[in-house]
């Protein structure tokens, strides 16, 4: 999709009874920056990156760690 230049749609869906919260993190976090749209709850912003206090900082922090042109997150 990225040689072809298709933009790439990214749910993080983090499940605590699948990995360990760094397991998912190491695993996830590529694909968090290159999503071109970007689907995350801010419980997973919260899991796999720092804890936010407000939607604010949670929306700020993807910000930070994506590339996506749309982020869609879920409170």
Do not use: G
Request: charged content about 25%; proline content about 3%.
């Amino acid at each position: 999709a990225y040689k072809a230049n298709v933009p790439v749609a990214f749910d993080v869906n983090y499940r605590s009874l699948l990995w360990t919260k760094q397991e998912a993190a190491s695993i996830l976090l590529p694909f968090i920056e290159n999503a071109h749209i970007l689907f995350c709850k801010r419980d997973d912003v919260d899991n796999l990156l720092k804890k936010t206090n407000t939607v604010e900082d949670a929306l700020s922090l993807l910000k930070e760690h994506s590339a996506a042109k749309y982020i869609v997150m879920s409170d």
